[in-house]
């Protein structure tokens, strides 16, 4: 049976291992590009990437594909996951591509797809793909005279510069705030810091120095406690760290506390709400955001609406819905006034103009409710998961019975990475302790078998 090539966030895996090698890239540049080239035009396609040393690897095979079946290629360097969902429209491009792997170690990398609307390709889009690219593939070559050109193109980091400022009403100036902020050494090394600069933010800038390995090391939204040091050690206003292609914020108050996506889905939300901005009447959030956030927003009249994780869920629900404010509490946040995927950049200026406009410390602004007691655990596994196992099955739906309506519990593979992650959530710290104990031991134990290697 054939593996299956896409899954919740397009194509992810070890750099030069199955799926992400050169000869998957070049044939899914091929699928792809012929998919969206119809009718006589020129057709083109722009690529972004973030810093991993495989992305040079990965893009050239993408462009041979592309020009292979007759697109023309846009290269548009390291930029962040959301300037090319933005420059596909801009650039009036029939399709976009993210090289990335997001917030993962610089050993994975990943391909993502986007339609000329901005957004993600749908699954049944995906799947037409993937049957192509397994498929008799060489048809799809054009003719020599229909061969695409690729060619790079300057200016593209000023002009996402411009569309994260212009986000902000003209009248807010970030002068006299300072600022932290962690590009991971990622996708917005260079795009954040100038941002905020020239927005008049006395800048602090971290993760700035990429060398294709250190992505995501010990920097990032995934190692939030960086910026919280450097917020106490400078005597900064707040500290914003972005993963590796930008697309998820997490934040640090004044006093070197984590403001998680749930917290900026409060602050954002209210604050569209009381500036009669607010469309559907309520936010998106998955199944992993937590009960305070609900409550609160009940206490406002606003429905929380939730998802299945994942930040492509989450956009469908609000496309279907109307809403303009979504996200998840790892600090993907969607605000489709302004963008149509994540933007950590865009999502911090938002947080920020409230902080400006209410005049008040970030321990205030980004402080709208007391989280429910939660507690996740990760467990990295090799070979069949766990979760297949008769034992573990048992043991979570005794878990289920003990948690009863005391709180909520969530078990799942991830999409992403190789990890099962284990969640629950409830008034009582050491009910939701012990559950989470049991499950993780119960996979643990099924899994030593298969390579259960660690828990976090």
Known sequence: ???????????????????????????????????????????????????RLSGYTIENALVSGFTSVGMDVVQLGPIPTPAVAMLVRSLRADLGVMISASHNAYQDNGIKLFGPDGYKLSDEVETEIEAEVFGDIDRLLAEPDHIGKSRRIDGIVDRYIEFAKRTLDRTISLSGLKIVIDCANGAAYRVAPAALWELGAEVVALGVAPDGRNINRECG?????????????????????????????????????????????????????????????GVVAT???????????????????????????????????????????SGHVVLSDFTTTGDGLVTALQVLSVVIQSDKPVSEVCRRFEPVPQLLKNLRFSGPSPLESEAVKSVIAAQEVRLGRAGRLLIRKSGTEPLIRVMAQGEDQTLISGVVAEIVAAVQAAGQGEGVVSAS
């Open 1 to 51: 049976m054939r593996q299956k090539l896409f899954g919740t966030d397009g194509i992810r895996g070890q750099a030069n291992t199955w799926p992400m090698t050169a000869e998957i890239a070049l044939k899914v540049g091929m699928a792809a590009g012929h998919m969206f080239t119809n009718g006589g035009r020129r057709h083109r396609v722009v690529i972004g990437k973030d810093t």
């Open 221 to 281: 939204s995934t190692v939030p406690d960086h910026i919280c040091r450097k917020v106490l050690e400078t005597g900064a206003h707040i500290g914003i760290a972005l993963d590796g292609d930008a697309d998820r914020v997490i934040i640090s108050d004044e006093n070197g506390q984590i403001v998680d996506g749930d917290q900026i889905l409060a602050v954002i939300g209210e604050n569209f709400r009381n500036t009669g901005r607010l469309r559907g009447g």
């Open 287 to 329: 199944v992993m955001s937590n009960l305070g956030l609900e409550r609160h927003f009940e206490k406002l009249d606003l429905s929380l609406i939730r998802t299945k994780v994942g930040d492509r869920y989450v956009v469908e629900a609000m496309r279907r819905g109307d809403y303009n404010v979504g996200g998840e509490q």
